[in-house]
């Protein structure tokens, strides 16, 4: 399994961007059984879960509820996070990760999920 983060780059405080994990390596009915999720890290701080989805569930981080929306398109193996109100605090490098377990993966130790994707920076700066 592979996957492919993109659609970072430097946004404005209370601007939007959406990025795109694409998956592969897969059939379109094993990516439907997958969870996919967002983290980040920034500098200086550890990996977090920042949203995650798998079929009926979805999670969000506190610190993103009500500004971010994750969504899937199983047809294209795409997940999609679309961040909206964007905070200087949100810089970090977004990893999107496949796990075969649900949306609570998101909570799980980075050691123990399956696999992830390269980082794309988001940088949230005037």
């Known amino acids: 399994v592979q996957l492919q983060a993109y659609g970072g780059g430097l946004v404005q405080p209370g601007g939007s961007l959406r990025l795109s994990c694409a998956v592969s390596g897969v059939s379109g009915f094993t990516f439907s059984s997958y969870a996919i999720g967002w983290f980040r890290q920034a500098p200086g701080k550890e990996r977090e879960g920042v949203s995650c989805?798998?079929?009926?569930?979805?999670y969000y981080g506190d610190s993103v509820k009500d500004r971010f929306t994750i969504s899937r398109d199983n047809a294209k193996n795409t997940v999609y996070l679309q961040m909206n109100s964007l905070k200087p605090e949100d810089t970090a490098v977004y990893y999107c990760?496949?796990?075969?377990?649900?949306?609570?993966?998101?909570?799980?130790?980075?050691?123990?999920?399956?696999?992830w994707g390269q980082g794309t920076q988001v940088t949230v700066s005037s």
């Open positions: 990760a496949a796990d075969p377990r649900d949306a609570r993966f998101c909570t799980y130790p980075d050691t123990v999920i399956v696999y």
């Open positions: 989805i798998s079929s009926g569930r979805t």
